[in-house]
């Protein structure tokens, strides 16, 4: 193969992580963020936004890049799901343990739906009604985030039966409404977890007190609900 001599090729002198000295473009990946679902979705949904975004803006590529926002958008939901249970399963269980192993979404979603309705018992349903027909059709399209990564299964099947059209601006739109109602969700479940410890450092100052102690856990918890559920009747 005759070597090129011009810069369309990777060069010895070329590496992906070099240091360079444009910092506002640089990007840090950290481990130690204890929200880091939230900041893995995010950054999937953000990236598939300024995509779809560029599509609007130019007229061009959405046929080609289609593929590449099914799955930036889809795996964003995943994560958020995942996020949720593990934020809910932490409330109700005393476990940071989430379904690591389980990408299907309409499987995610019937483990998070009945949580987010214990813990809200006076939410929106039409609401939670309108996100749940939308991860249907998320799952109808893509179950197990398959198709908008290879064009074949393992077994050599086609991942993508027939055509499927939907409008980029559309899905980005309604994407924008999905996070509200997602992530307004995880900061509710973030605030009982947190009104819980502040609960719990008191407690601990005066568990000494017995019966005191036990009615009073139980009157800032009761203040806990209330409020936390009057805060998402306000956002939702």
């Given at each position: 193969?005759?070597?090129?001599?011009?810069?369309?090729?990777?060069?010895?002198?070329?590496?992906?992580?070099?240091?360079?000295?444009?910092?506002e473009t640089a990007?840090?990946?950290?481990?130690s963020?204890p929200?880091?679902?939230l900041?893995?979705?995010?950054?999937y949904k953000?990236?598939?936004?300024?995509v779809?975004?560029?599509?609007?803006?130019?007229?061009?590529?959405?046929?080609?890049?289609?593929?590449?926002?099914?799955?930036?958008y889809r795996h964003?939901?995943?994560?958020?799901?995942k996020?949720?249970?593990?934020?809910?399963?932490?409330?109700?269980?005393g476990?940071?343990d989430y379904?690591r192993?389980?990408?299907?979404?309409?499987?995610?979603?019937?483990?998070?739906?009945?949580?987010?309705?214990?813990q809200?018992?006076?939410?929106?349903?039409?609401?939670?009604?309108?996100?749940?027909?939308?991860v249907?059709?998320?799952?109808r399209?893509?179950?197990n985030?398959e198709?908008?990564?290879?064009?074949?299964?393992?077994?050599?099947?086609?991942?993508?039966?027939?055509?499927?059209?939907?409008?980029?601006?559309?899905?980005?739109?309604t994407?924008?409404?999905?996070?509200g109602f997602?992530?307004?969700?995880?900061?509710a479940?973030?605030?009982?977890?947190?009104?819980e410890a502040?609960?719990?450092?008191?407690?601990?100052?005066?568990?000494?007190e017995?019966?005191?102690?036990r009615?009073?856990?139980?009157?800032e918890?009761?203040?806990?609900?209330?409020?936390?559920?009057?805060?998402?009747?306000?956002?939702?």
């Open positions: 193969m005759k070597a090129q001599t011009d810069d369309s090729w990777p060069g010895p002198h070329d590496s992906l992580f070099a240091g360079g000295d444009e910092w990007a840090m990946l950290s481990g963020d929200h880091g679902l900041a893995y979705a995010e950054s953000q990236a598939a936004d300024a779809v975004e560029t599509i609007e803006r130019t007229r061009q590529g959405a046929d080609l890049m289609g593929y590449a926002v099914l799955f930036l964003y939901v995943e994560l958020m799901l996020g949720l249970i593990r934020m809910g399963r932490r409330i109700e269980r476990s940071w379904p192993n389980e990408h299907g979404i309409n499987k995610l979603w019937q483990e998070c739906r009945p949580m987010l309705e214990r809200f018992p006076e939410g929106d349903k039409s609401a939670t009604d309108a996100v749940e027909r939308c249907k059709e998320l799952c399209i893509d179950p985030g198709v908008s990564r290879y064009p074949e299964h393992k077994d050599g099947r086609p991942t993508v039966q027939g055509d499927h059209y939907f409008p980029l601006r559309n899905v980005r739109q994407m924008d409404k999905i996070d997602l992530g307004g969700s995880y900061d479940l973030d605030e009982l977890l947190q009104h502040d609960v719990q450092s008191e407690l601990d100052s005066y568990a000494d017995g019966e005191g102690g009615r009073q856990r139980e009157n918890k009761a203040q806990q609900s209330d409020g936390v559920e009057r805060w998402m009747r306000a956002t939702m």
